[in-house]
C-alpha cells in the first residue's frame, strides 16, 4: 500500500494528537498537591483533594497507587459523607476523621462497588489508602490524625 504524502502528513497528525492525549490526560498520575501525613506508624505521601471536582474524581481510573501514598479529602465542614467506588478499580481502605483530626471510623470499598460507604459521625477529612494500609501502619479508630496545613488550609 502507497501513501500519498498528503495521507501520510495526516496519519502522523492523528498519531502525534493521539499519543499527545495519552500522555498529558494519564489518570494515574498524580496532578494534585501532596502532604506527608503520619498515620500510626507509617508516613504517608497523600495527595490533597480539597474542591468538589477533585473529591469526585478522587482515584477513580487508577490501576495502582503505590503503597504509601494515598488521598485526603478535605470538607468545608464535619458532615456525614459517604463515598462510592464508581470507576475506582483498586481497593481501598478510608479512614474517616472529626474536626480535631480523631479517627471517627476505617473501613473498605471494593472496586466498582456503588453502594456508600459512611463515617460513623461528622468528618471533616477522609483518607483513602491502599487496602489494608491502615491496619498495617496501626491505625485505629481513636487515634489522632496531625493534619497538615496544607491540608487544614486547603480551598474547600
Known amino acids: 500500500m502507497t501513501l500519498t504524502r498528503r495521507q501520510f502528513c495526516s496519519l502522523a497528525l492523528v498519531l502525534l ?10 489518570p494515574s498520575t498524580p496532578t494534585l498537591p501532596t502532604a506527608a501525613v503520619q498515620l ?11 474542591n468538589d471536582e477533585n473529591r469526585e474524581r478522587g482515584l477513580m481510573r487508577r490501576d495502582s497507587m503505590a503503597a504509601d501514598h494515598g488521598m485526603i479529602f478535605v470538607f468545608p465542614s464535619p458532615s456525614n459523607v459517604g463515598f462510592y467506588m464508581k470507576n475506582t478499580r483498586i481497593q ?3 479512614v474517616f476523621l472529626d474536626q480535631a483530626g480523631g479517627v471517627i471510623s476505617i473501613k473498605q470499598m471494593k472496586p466498582y462497588d456503588l453502594s456508600s460507604t459512611s463515617a460513623d459521625g ?4 477522609a483518607i483513602e489508602l491502599n487496602k489494608d ?18 491540608a487544614r488550609a486547603a480551598e474547600p
Open 133 to 150: 494500609a491502615a491496619s498495617d501502619a496501626g491505625l485505629k479508630v481513636g487515634d489522632k490524625v496531625q493534619i497538615p496545613e496544607s
Open 122 to 125: 461528622p468528618a471533616k477529612w
Open 17 to 26: 494528537v493521539g499519543c499527545q492525549q495519552a500522555s498529558t490526560s494519564s
Open 92 to 94: 481501598l481502605d478510608i
Open 40 to 50: 500510626g506508624n507509617k508516613t504517608f505521601t497523600l495527595e490533597i483533594a480539597a
